[in-house]
């Protein structure tokens, strides 16, 4: 399916479903990748809205966005994708443009995925409607890659690791403290 991810992308002309985040899956089933998690940035500990039904999930919507404000820092969070052995390859575009990719999965805590909206892709924002599309994969191995799963989720424990995933999207701002704001030579 060819351009996908452009900002003149009809996703239901396309035939796509309509749904809510977050999507997921454990095993075959609508649940939590694990019983628990501590990651405010992640929610892979709640139930799904959504069951993620085949491996490649792609996800495009069109929002309203309230003016960027001068003085504050914005980020796009993908949910669920940053909790220790999760998450695999997966990527954002803003309006058709690529804003960031990660072409693997990862076994141990690197951060927060997503990416920080910098000068390049802000005037992208200043329409007011913005158009973001997202792919993701299901995971299907677990600490190491290993194809055991040994995780806190009971129903797997010593089985062969279930496809899984977990995502959503979501975009923060945070406001940039004084200092920081002299220091770039900006103004607020």
């Known amino acids: 399916m060819e351009n996908w991810f452009a900002a003149d992308f009809d996703p239901s002309q396309a035939g796509w479903e309509t749904a809510k985040a977050p999507f997921g899956r454990m095993g075959d089933k609508l649940d939590r990748r694990r019983p ?9 500990s709640e139930i799904p809205a959504t069951l993620w039904e085949k ?3 792609l996800m495009s919507q069109t929002f ?7 003085g504050h820092a914005y980020r796009l969070i993908l949910g669920g994708a940053g909790c220790d052995r999760s998450g695999e390859g997966f990527a954002i575009y ?3 443009k ?6 693997g999965g ?7 995925r997503g990416a920080y909206i910098y000068e390049d ?5 200043e329409g007011g409607k913005v158009t973001i599309a997202v792919i993701n994969f299901l995971r299907y191995t677990h600490f190491k890659n290993v194809t ?8 797997f424990r010593g089985k062969e690791v279930p496809p899984n995933g977990h995502v959503s999207l979501w975009m923060e701002e945070a406001r940039l403290s004084p200092a920081t704001v002299e220091a770039a030579g900006a103004k607020e």
Do not use: W
């Open 64 to 70: 309203e966005i309230p003016a960027m404000k001068k």
């Open 94 to 96: 803003v309006n058709g």
């Open 148 to 155: 055991h799963y040994h995780g806190p989720h009971p129903d």
């Open 121 to 125: 892709i802000l005037p992208e924002f």
């Open 36 to 44: 628990s998690c501590n990651g405010t940035h992640c929610q892979c």
């Open 106 to 112: 990862f076994y141990r805590y690197s951060g927060i």
């Open 98 to 103: 690529l804003l960031t990719q990660a072409n």
């Open 55 to 57: 491996e490649v999930l």
